[in-house]
């Protein structure tokens, strides 16, 4: 019978984008959200320095003005019209003083937009002026009114408009919106490419399914026809041990079957389930040419709500997966149970075979990835899928490096039935 060929299935499942276009995705992603980042933030910095400079030639002219009034030649009537109905009109803080930074009195009078407690004292309010001119020549130069000698006669201390703290604060907030919207965007992306993955494991693993069925029905016929032929207890033997086999090509059809429909989980003890694949694997495992060993350090009477059939399944793919990593003429699979915290169990597969270098291990539950001549690359991916998504458990490589061997760790939740 000739082997089985190769079979990519990254070119089978054609929508697994490549590492590469994967990273350009992404790439593009980051730099899309940077380019509007960024170009938000220039152009609102644009408008704040538009606004700051109609704000400071506003001042200006106000200033013009107010020495114009000031003047002592002028009418006193004109300069009060000018402090009451023209300074309201700045929409920014702003305070007089003296040559000496000494705000003018009467407050309240020679400054506008400024944010004090009408209640306080009059030394109360002359510190807390003196305190906001401080903030405000730290932040702007004054703009100065001098006498016909050039001798500074009062000070012009101001601040931007609340406007211009709003428009900064904008960049902030729409890159946070952006972020969030290219966020969801490659969330979605990612999803909706797992969801085609899925769907297409789900046809492939049906079909396989379907197409098992009908030989399988007629090797089963085949095996009656001869037991009831033969007499033979050598020959009758070796058909019981083909009807398991075929038995077990049964249960491979009935898990594909499954695959995509919700599993029915049921209170299961795992400890026999794996004591049950472990001796189907032992009476196999000399066909494969060498001599391999399954010990386990398995405590009895362990429960968990699980699919049987599935998981019976990860157990297999790991004992072949550390069969096959075994390169020596006798070799050691350990199985082992161990409690954790928070009524959970971790269930061990150790193998001292080749073991893996940390590029492999990144890759290992890839679909299609394998580093097996003949390889599929299914085995592996199939078992993370059943113990993560039909499961809610967790799969992963605990432990690996070249020569060293490698532990695969299974983390699940005991049964909360007893």
């Excluded at 990273?23 to 700051?52: H, P, R």
């Excluded at 594909?256 to 795992?270: R, V």
């Excluded at 532990?407 to 909360?416: V, Y």
């Amino acid at each position: 019978m000739k082997p089985l060929p190769s079979i990519d299935f990254n070119r089978i499942l054609k929508f697994n984008i490549s590492p590469f276009s994967k990273w350009y995705i992404k790439i593009g992603l980051i730099l899309l959200a940077l380019f509007f980042v960024i170009g938000s933030i220039l152009y609102t910095d644009s408008l704040v320095q538009e606004i700051i400079k109609r704000e400071k030639g506003l001042l200006d002219f106000y200033t013009d003005i107010y020495q114009h009034y000031s003047d002592p030649s002028s009418n006193i009537e004109d300069f009060s019209f000018f402090l009451e109905k023209i300074t309201p009109q700045i929409n920014f803080p702003i305070i007089i003083t003296d040559s000496n930074d000494v705000p003018l009195e009467d407050f309240d009078i020679y400054s506008a937009n400024i944010n004090v407690n009408k209640n306080l004292s009059y030394p109360e309010k002359r510190k807390a002026y003196q305190s906001i001119v401080m903030k405000m020549k730290a932040s702007y130069a004054p703009i100065t009114i001098v006498d016909s000698a050039g001798k500074v006669l009062q000070k012009f201390y101001y601040f931007h408009s609340p406007l211009v703290d709003k428009f900064r604060l904008f960049p902030v907030i729409s890159s946070v919106i952006i972020l969030i919207f290219v966020g969801i965007g490659y969330i979605a992306f990612s999803a909706s490419r797992r969801n085609e993955e899925s769907m297409v494991w789900i046809g492939m693993a049906k079909e396989a399914a379907h197409q098992l069925g009908t030989p399988l029905s007629s090797l089963l016929a085949w095996l009656e026809i001869l037991r009831n032929r033969t007499s033979d207890s050598e020959i009758l033997e070796m058909i019981d041990e083909m009807e398991t086999d075929v038995d077990r090509l049964n249960i491979v059809a009935t898990r594909f079957s499954k695959i995509g429909s919700k599993a029915e989980l049921t209170h299961t003890n795992i400890s026999d389930l794996i004591e049950d694949v472990s001796k189907y694997f032992e009476k196999r495992l000399p066909h494969l040419g060498k001599k391999v060993e399954i010990k386990r350090d398995i405590p009895k009477d362990y429960f968990v709500d699980l699919n049987a059939d599935l998981f019976s399944w990860v157990f297999e793919n790991l004992f072949k997966n550390a069969a096959d990593a075994i390169e020596q003429k006798e070799g050691l699979i350990e199985v082992s149970i161990k409690e954790r915290p928070g009524n959970r169990i971790r269930i061990l597969v150790k193998d001292n075979g080749r073991g893996m270098t940390n590029k492999i291990k990144r890759n290992i539950f890839i679909p299609g990835f394998s580093t097996k001549k003949r390889g599929w690359g299914l085995g592996l991916s199939l078992a993370k899928k059943i113990v993560e998504d039909y499961h809610h458990s967790k799969i992963y490589v605990k432990e690996t490096a070249p020569g060293k061997g490698t532990t695969f760790a299974i983390d699940m939740k005991l049964s909360e039935e007893k």
